[in-house]
Structures are given as C-alpha cells and as structure tokens.
C-alpha cells in the first residue's frame, strides 16, 4: 500500500468526511428545515426516525432519518405493516432519497462515514461469515460500492461481497468515485425500492433458510 494510501486511511477520509458533511449540512440547511416542516405538516411528530444499527467494531449507533411513515394502528392498538404506513410523502422521500439527509449528523459526529458498507439491524451481526464481519473494519457509510452496483436489486450475498471488496480496497479515488455515481444513480432514481415490501427479505431469515436447505440435503 502506498504512503498515501496509507494516509487517506487513517486520516483522511475521515478529514473529507467531516469537510463534506460540515459543508453540506450548512448549505443544505435550508431544505432541512423545509423538510423537517413538511414531515412534521404531513406524518406528525417525531420528525426523525430513529433506530440502532451495527457501527464499526460492532459498536452500536443511533441512525437519523426522516420518517416516512405514521403511526396508524390497527383496532387492537398494533402498528400496521410498513407497506400501509408508508405515506405518498414518505414515498416521495425515498424515491429521492432525501430522507437520507440527517445521516450527514452522523458522519459528523463519527458514527458514519460518507461512503462505506451501509449499516445493518444488530440481529444480523450473528450471520456474516468470516470474510463478511470485515465490513466492521470500518465506519459504515451513507452510500457504497453495494449501493452503486444495484443497492436493494442485489441479493444478500451480493451486497455483503460488496462490502467485503470496499473494505480491501478502498482510497480517496474510490470514495470520489462512489460519491459522484451516488449522486448520478440519485437522480435518476435508479435501483431504489420505495415499497418496503418489495425489498429482499431479512439477512437472518435469507440465512435461516439457507442452513435449512443444507441440513435437508445433507440428510
């Protein structure tokens, strides 16, 4: 690895993660607040969904978003499946993917990393193999190369060995390169899955199965 290789890695990706979110945090001020009005307007309160996710190390974290979803129950007081939360608003939000923005706090704060494998349920954390747990080397990211090579249209295995590759091999040229083609894909709204219903089922039950199939051939 060269010298300066070696120097984006322990310093300065994190110094273009806190330039870049700093910067854009305060240029994009403006939509924030229209945002977080909106969202208040049309899904109530909290503006900010809020759930734990698997950081470096394992070390669990808050992640912020903005809610796309409301609070509607059933008759017995359950939350309705996500599909029938999920609001024309909430849909117009991840279709964009601007309810990603306040993640740009977290990069800040040194939970996140601009680019990087996206962080994941802790109750997934007993279900990467070996070579998988290696995206924990790192600080999980708004985007990565997982996001620019199909995001959510990539099946489990596919995604975590894109994480795995990202982990070996990444440099200030392909963090820059990631960025720009995020952008690209943003705009055009490629890959997204706005339905969560229509995503890939849950790593742990995708592994489940899998254990399954192999102990009914092996039987």
Same mark, same amino acid.
């Given at each position: 690895?060269? =010298?300066? #290789?070696?120097?984006?890695?322990?310093?300065?990706?994190?110094?273009?993660?806190?330039?870049?979110?700093?910067?854009?945090?305060?240029?994009?001020?403006?939509?924030?607040?229209?945002?977080?009005?909106?969202?208040?307007? /049309?899904?109530?309160?909290?503006?900010? /969904?809020?759930?734990?996710? #698997?950081?470096?190390?394992?070390?669990?974290?808050?992640?912020?978003?903005?809610?796309?979803?409301? =609070? +509607?129950?059933?008759?017995?007081?359950?939350?309705?499946?996500?599909? @029938?939360?999920?609001?024309?608003?909430?849909?117009?939000?991840?279709?964009?993917? *601007?309810?990603?923005?306040?993640?740009?706090?977290?990069?800040?704060?040194?939970?996140?990393?601009?680019?990087?494998?996206?962080?994941?349920?802790?109750?997934?954390?007993?279900?990467?193999?070996?070579?998988?747990?290696?995206?924990?080397?790192?600080?999980?990211?708004?985007?990565?190369? +997982?996001?620019? =090579?199909?995001? =959510?249209?990539?099946?489990?295995?596919?995604?975590?060995?894109?994480?795995?590759?990202?982990?070996?091999?990444?440099? *200030?040229?392909?963090?820059?390169?990631?960025?720009?083609?995020?952008?690209?894909?943003?705009?055009?709204?490629?890959?997204?899955?706005?339905?969560?219903?229509?995503? /890939?089922?849950?790593?742990?039950? @995708?592994?489940?199965?899998?254990?399954?199939?192999?102990?009914?051939?092996?039987?």
């Amino acid at each position: 690895m060269s =010298n300066g #290789s070696t120097f984006y890695r322990r310093h300065g990706k994190r110094l273009l993660d806190v330039l870049v979110s700093a910067m854009a945090l305060v240029i994009l001020a403006p939509v924030l607040l229209l945002l977080a009005v909106l969202v208040r307007g /049309f899904l109530g309160s909290p503006v900010l /969904f809020r759930q734990t996710r #698997s950081g470096r190390d394992r070390r669990p974290f808050t992640i912020l978003k903005f809610r796309t979803m409301t =609070n +509607a129950c059933d008759a017995t007081g359950k939350l309705l499946p996500d599909t @029938e939360r999920l609001t024309r608003f909430g849909r117009f939000l991840r279709r964009t993917s *601007l309810d990603e923005l306040p993640e740009l706090l977290n990069v800040l704060k040194g939970e996140m990393s601009l680019v990087g494998p996206r962080p994941l349920l802790p109750r997934y954390d007993a279900y990467y193999s070996e070579p998988e747990a290696r995206r924990f080397d790192l600080l999980p990211g708004i985007t990565g190369w +997982a996001q620019i =090579n199909g995001r =959510n249209d990539l099946a489990w295995d596919d995604r975590l060995a894109c994480d795995v590759w990202y982990a070996e091999s990444y440099s *200030l040229l392909l963090d820059l390169k990631i960025l720009f083609l995020t952008i690209i894909k943003v705009i055009r709204r490629d890959n997204i899955q706005v339905d969560p219903g229509l995503t /890939f089922g849950a790593l742990d039950e @995708e592994r489940r199965q899998r254990a399954a199939e192999i102990r009914g051939v092996c039987d």
